[in-house]
């Protein structure tokens, strides 16, 4: 069964880092922009960064840009996004999937919770 799995969440303090994992099982990620979307209660799934599959062009949202950084690893077939600097408003169930789109037609993992709080 082709699926993604993410790891690396939990809870840090205000201006701490985190590092979220993204792996592929069962397909190779090589061929696919890949995602992260967060998911926070009450609001609406926004797309926080992506990256693409040829040349490596990476995308961040406002909210996020200068903090988080995204990257991948095909030879781990894995992507990974390096969070610093959290913020109280960056909590939620970060999820990745294939493609740059909130789509229903993407491979989507189970996500990992991110808790920020003093």
């Known amino acids: 069964q082709v699926m993604l799995v993410e790891s690396g969440g939990g809870l840090v303090q205000p201006g701490g880092s985190l590092r979220l994992s993204c792996t592929a099982s069962?397909?190779?990620?090589?061929?696919?922009?890949i995602g992260w979307f967060r998911q926070a209660p009450g609001k609406e799934r926004e797309g926080v960064s992506c990256?693409?599959?040829?040349?490596?062009?990476?995308y961040y949202a406002d909210s996020v840009k200068g903090r988080f950084t995204i990257s991948r690893d095909n030879a781990k077939n894995t992507v990974y996004l390096q969070m610093n600097s959290l913020e109280p408003e960056d909590p939620g169930v970060y999820l990745c999937a294939t493609g740059c789109d909130d789509s229903e037609y993407a491979i989507w993992g189970q996500g990992t919770q991110v808790t920020v709080s003093s």
């Open positions: 990256i693409s599959s040829s040349d490596g062009s990476t």
């Open positions: 069962h397909f190779t990620l090589d061929y696919y922009a």
